[in-house]
């Protein structure tokens, strides 16, 4: 009882840091109803459903800066960045917001706010238009 207590004051809390720091501006830009859709899908993850997407952000970093050394943003790394990069979406974005050109206006997100640019540079100097550029590469037209 006391896990399950402590994860779901956990995810309290980062739906409470994340309202601080970005509430306002993503209920300008994507709506209060994809908002609270995306809080209760994150509201309702399993330990397990967040251990994965915590695995999988790793995953992202590891594939990203190798596929920023290799410098093909269409090469085997890349895809795979954008393929697990994906697969995180799925796990905070509420069903039925997922599209390519939405995934790829968030990319285009991290290479023009400085708050995820600099996630992004720390991983691979050049990440965060990297991973833009291995999106536009992969993503169906």
């Given at each position: 009882m006391a896990n399950n207590e402590e994860f779901e004051d956990?995810?309290?809390r980062a739906l409470s840091e994340n309202e601080e720091k970005f509430g306002e501006e993503?209920?300008?830009k994507y709506g209060q109803s994809a908002v609270e859709k995306a809080n209760e899908k994150f509201?309702?993850?399993t330990p397990q459903q967040y251990s994965d997407a915590a695995e999988l952000s790793e995953a992202i970093n590891g594939a990203l800066a190798e596929a920023v050394a290799s410098g093909d943003v269409g090469g085997e790394a890349a895809r795979r960045c954008c393929a697990l990069h994906?697969?995180?979406l799925s796990y905070f974005w509420p069903e039925g917001m997922y599209s390519p050109q939405a995934?790829?206006?968030l990319a285009q997100t991290y290479c023009i706010d400085e708050r995820f640019k600099q996630y992004y540079?720390?991983?691979a100097p050049g990440g965060a238009e990297f991973l833009y550029?291995?999106?536009k590469a992969y993503l169906p037209k």
């Open positions: 956990l995810k309290q993503v209920r300008q509201k309702g993850m994906q697969e995180w995934h790829l206006a540079e720390a991983i550029e291995a999106l």
